[in-house]
């Protein structure tokens, strides 16, 4: 694989640890889940865990503010063009 992108001039490969959660964006997204919708709960069943996950996802998915903020702790930039409404 080294050789291949050595041989690229547009690839640029970055090494990261296997397990680097302050550089996954959604560790964030996950760490408001915790403190947010699943807080508290003690889910019946796992169909229970299931709809309050997606009720929270849907909540974060309207605020782009949110998903800015997990991308921005990371220390990351966005590098394509955020698709605007459709």
């Known amino acids: 694989m080294q050789a291949f992108i050595d ?4 690839i640029s490969a970055y090494h990261l640890p296997p397990y680097a959660p302050d550089l ?3 560790e ?3 760490s408001i889940l915790r403190r947010t ?7 019946t069943d796992p169909d229970h865990l299931k ?3 997606r009720h929270g ?5 309207h605020r782009s503010d949110i998903i800015d903020g997990c ?3 990371t220390g990351l930039t ?3 063009p955020r698709l605007q409404g459709q």
């Open 51 to 53: 709809r309050r996950l």
């Open 7 to 10: 041989a690229q001039d547009w």
């Open 37 to 43: 919708t699943q807080a508290n709960t003690a889910f």
């Open 78 to 80: 966005l590098t394509t």
């Open 24 to 26: 996954n964006p959604v």
């Open 57 to 61: 996802l849907r909540h974060i998915q």
């Open 71 to 73: 991308l921005t702790g």
């Open 28 to 30: 964030g997204i996950w």
